[in-house]
């Protein structure tokens, strides 16, 4: 398995487009499939902070990406890590924690000091790879758990 960034492998985009879609729909209700390939593009540019790492063999599967902020009732934190994603057929084989781990290394190459995210439903998958509760919210109209990372 290869971790890359999308911007080297723009032909990813779709694929990661569809599942995430997919995915997160409920917390993003209106958005269509070709407004978040839209979306997406900001993370087609050099620079780190939007970027996607993709996880990758023969196939694509999974996805990490950092953003400036991931919710908009919380703008004052950031950098957040956000769409981490891995294709069902491939779940539970570590690829997930391969990604964290490669995107924790480039925002330690950033100088970036402390990561955020939230996630509705796998607390105890980040909190195996050292992320601590921040906060539980109501978000978009379902629970989620607001978590960081020290770097």
Known sequence: ???INLADATEHL?????WH?????????GQTLEQRIQKMQCYLQD????????????????????VECDMDSRKELSPWLASVYVD???RRQGVGSRLLQHVSEQARLH?????????PDQVAFYQRLGWQILEETEYRNCM????????
Not at 49 to 63: E, I, K, M, Q, R
């Open 111 to 119: 100088r970036i000091k402390r990561l955020y995210l939230f996630t």
């Open 21 to 29: 879609h997919r995915q997160w729909q409920d917390l993003n209700p």
């Open 88 to 90: 069902t057929a491939y």
């Open 144 to 151: 989620v758990t607001v978590m960081y990372l020290d770097l």
């Open 14 to 18: 779709e694929t990661l487009a569809k």
């Open 47 to 66: 620079v780190f902070v939007p970027s996607t790492y993709v996880a990758c063999n023969d196939h694509v599967l999974g996805s990490a990406a950092i």
């Open 1 to 3: 398995m290869r971790i």
